[in-house]
Nanobody
Framework: QAQLVESGGGLVQAGGSLRLSCAAS????????MGWFRQAPGKEREFVAS????????YYADSVKGRFTISKDGAKNTVYLEMNSLKPEDTAVYYC?????????????????WGQGTQVTVSS
């Protein structure tokens, strides 16, 4: 049974930066894809970014491409999401997820473990 714990959320002004962390236990992240999703109030959960088990492949939603960077530290079994040039529309609860396979894409159905989420609020 894997457990994922996110941290690093908070309140930031537009144009600012935040780094989210996701500490995993019960599953070695180097063997599975990891992803970040977000859900804004009244909206469906959407894909943000993912990284393959080996770390060699990353994927981003068009809305964050060029601003967000996903990475992982195998020694710490932790995944990160570096968020720069934040916009008010990035405001959401951000969730870390572990894919069921070494490579997973943007579909929620491809992820079998989820964290509890961390709030990111970007003020204008």
């Amino acid at each position: 049974q894997a457990q994922l714990v996110e941290s690093g959320g908070g309140l930031v002004q537009a144009g600012g930066s935040l780094r989210l962390s996701c500490a995993a236990s019960g599953r070695t992240i180097s063997s599975y894809a990891m992803g970040w999703f977000r859900q804004a109030p009244g909206k469906e959960r959407e894909f943000v970014a993912s990284i393959s088990g080996g770390g060699g492949r990353t994927y981003y939603a068009d809305s964050v491409k060029g601003r967000f960077t996903i990475s992982k530290d195998g020694a710490k079994n932790t995944v990160y999401l570096e968020m720069n040039s934040l916009k008010p529309e990035d405001t959401a609860v951000y969730y870390c997820a572990s894919g069921a396979r070494r490579n997973s894409g943007s579909s929620i159905a491809e992820y079998d473990y989820w964290g509890q989420g961390t709030q990111v609020t970007v003020s204008s």
